[in-house]
């Protein structure tokens, strides 16, 4: 009996140990940033930039770029993923900015040239504050709100709580803790992640229109993510579905910037159902007929 009370109090103390671990490893492990030296000098081919630095109620400093085009037709507010800096993201703003758009990407806490510590209510904070500058030169119809990976949570929680012209969610997740019950279900996550990040729970609460681009074979947030996500806002949802497209490849697609180029450049049209099938049923056989 001694030792199965000796077995299972050290059963107790590493499990014990391990959440401690995940609990104070987790900023580390979620989040691989990319530091640049504040005398950095952003440059990209063919495109023209504005750098801007931004300083929170904290002390912390946002550092963020404008890629800028001749007459936009809007903005798009780009929330990057959760690795490297805009140094490297920077890239994809060609996607938008040949559409006539502007983009605007900012690094987090702690990536690229930003700083401060980072916490999701934090980190929610400095995008309102980004949002409400361009919103002081931009009127709201003209924004589009761009969420990729990790920024598609905090895209959803700003489109939440102000009335972009449509929200687009590019791999996104139901939840971080859902992500992360994958790879450590016996964990109780809902204690020890920092960064829960519900997006289920604030996309209840956007009523702009919402797009939604998702792989088929996105290993890291399974496909299967979207369509439950799609599910919550079905009325002003669009599932765009990239076959093959995994979680990190969907700009090498063809059809991800035909989808792209529909989404941003094609005015919603409303649908006239009047002589269409939509109330037609098929004939079901009566409960009780013979054969």
């Known amino acids: 009996m001694a030792d199965w009370k000796y077995i299972l109090t050290v059963i107790i103390l590493i499990y014990l140990a391990i959440n401690t671990l995940v609990y104070f490893l987790q900023d580390f492990l ?13 440059y990209y081919e063919n495109q023209e ?11 912390a400093i946002i550092n963020g770029l404008r890629f800028k085009t001749q007459r936009p037709k809007g903005v798009v507010f780009y929330l990057k993923g959760n690795s490297k800096s805009i140094k490297g993201w920077g890239k994809f703003a060609v996607d938008f900015t040949r559409h006539g758009y502007d983009v605007i990407m900012v690094d987090y806490r702690g990536f690229g040239k930003s ?10 904070r400095d995008l309102q504050v980004v949002y409400n500058k361009i919103r002081e030169n931009v009127n709201e119809k003209y924004i589009i709100l761009y969420g990729r990976s990790l920024g598609s949570g905090f895209a959803t929680k700003l489109a939440s709580m102000n009335h972009p012209r449509m929200l687009i969610l590019d791999a996104p997740y139901y939840s971080l803790s859902k992500v992360a019950k994958r790879y450590v279900p016996f964990m109780p996550l809902s204690l020890l992640i920092k960064f829960p990040m519900p997006t289920y729970k604030w996309l209840k609460y956007v009523n702009c229109p919402i797009h939604i681009i998702h792989g088929t074979d996105d290993r890291l947030i399974p496909y299967k993510t979207s369509v439950k996500l799609s599910k919550i806002k079905p009325k002003q949802t669009t599932l765009h579905t990239i076959i093959g497209g995994g979680h990190k490849d969907l700009n090498t697609f063809e059809s991800y910037h035909k989808m792209l180029g529909d ?8 649908v006239d159902l009047k002589g ?4 037609v049923q098929h004939a079901t056989k009566p409960k009780n007929a013979k054969v």
């Not at 979620?30 to 952003?42: C, I, N, Q, R, T």
């Not at 930039?49 to 002390?59: A, C, K, L, S, W």
């Not at 269409?276 to 109330?279: A, Y």
């Open 263 to 270: 989404i941003i450049t094609t005015k919603p049209k409303v």
């Open 276 to 279: 269409s099938s939509i109330s």
């Open 49 to 59: 930039i504005e750098e801007y630095n931004i300083e929170t109620r904290d002390g």
């Open 115 to 124: 700083t401060g510590r980072r916490t999701q209510k934090a980190i929610k």
């Open 30 to 42: 979620m989040f691989k940033p990319e530091k640049l030296a504040k005398d950095f000098e952003f």
